[in-house]
Nanobody, 123 residues
Framework: QVQLVESGGGLVQAGGSLRLSCAAS????????MGWYRQAPGKQRAFVAA???????NYADSVKGRFTISRDNAKNTVYLQMNNLKPEDTALYYC?????????????????WGQGTQVTVSS
């Protein structure tokens, strides 16, 4: 079993900052890409940022220059530093990990998701 647990969400005024964390635990052999997605009320889940195991990152255009994704491979943890937050950043933020787990006859690569952490930005 693999678990991803997010933390760090909350209520912040426009222009403020938050730092999200997501820790993966369980029967993990290795983690490939890790990323963040968000879902605003009435909208589909959308890509925010992702980072490879070696540290290459990419971002949605809407957050470039304001958000920074990073990871600590030793801790199986990914972070999202969010600066200059805007009301339109309000959403439930989900962590995603492409995780390799040991199986009886080898290994398996699957997408795993956290439960989400709420970010609310007031104007």
């Amino acid at each position: 079993q693999v678990q991803l647990v997010e933390s760090g969400g909350g209520l912040v005024q426009a222009g403020g900052s938050l730092r999200l964390s997501c820790a993966a635990s369980g029967s993990i052999f290795s983690i490939n890409d890790m990323g963040w997605y968000r879902q605003a009320p009435g909208k589909q889940r959308a890509f925010v940022a992702a980072i490879t195991r070696s540290g290459s990152a990419n971002y949605a255009d809407s957050v470039k220059g304001r958000f920074t994704i990073s990871r600590d491979n030793a801790k199986n943890t990914v972070y999202l530093q969010m600066n200059n937050l805007k009301p339109e950043d309000t959403a439930l933020y989900y962590c995603n990990g492409k995780i390799i787990t040991p199986q009886a006859m080898g290994f398996s690569l699957n997408d795993h998701w956290g439960q989400g952490t709420q970010v609310t930005v007031s104007s």
